[in-house]
């Protein structure tokens, strides 16, 4: 094997590496924000039931500092502004949309779609935060600000038509 493949074998297992791709999910082929999105579902759900929502909101802060940490020191090492296989900060916008509903099916299906759209379209201050923000920090921000409206979206909508109502179950 020759140094330089040893090397970028290295980079690959390195803990930066491991955190910004949520554990390697983001190399899948296609679409890995959508993959790392939906592979921080199951953890969203799992936290949320058995630690409630302040344990959710804990892991959304925690998440989101490490993943300022590792996306920016992955991203440095790649030397891309914003690499596509950095799914960290999906995980911590799409933990952040489902935060404000309880664990229900078709409420998380819905905080996926919404936060997969604003995360994808990037409406005003989004983009002129994605724009603006760079390094670590950048990549997470625009994110977590995607998760927040996706979250007030879908915490509004929980409220108004109420958790037993048909659209929402």
Known sequence: MSARRRSRRRAALSLDAVIATWFGVGHFPI???TAGSLAALPFAWLIRTHLGPLALAIGVGAVFVIGV???GRYARARGITDPGSVVIDEVAGQWLAVILVPPDLIAYAIG???FRAFDVIKPWPISALDRKLKGGLGVMLD???SGALAAI???NAWIWLG???SAMR
């Open 153 to 155: 979206l879908l915490w």
């Open 69 to 71: 940490w590792a996306a």
């Open 31 to 33: 679409a890995p924000g």
């Open 143 to 145: 994110d977590l600000l």
């Open 112 to 114: 996926f779609a919404l």
């Open 163 to 165: 958790p037993s109502a």
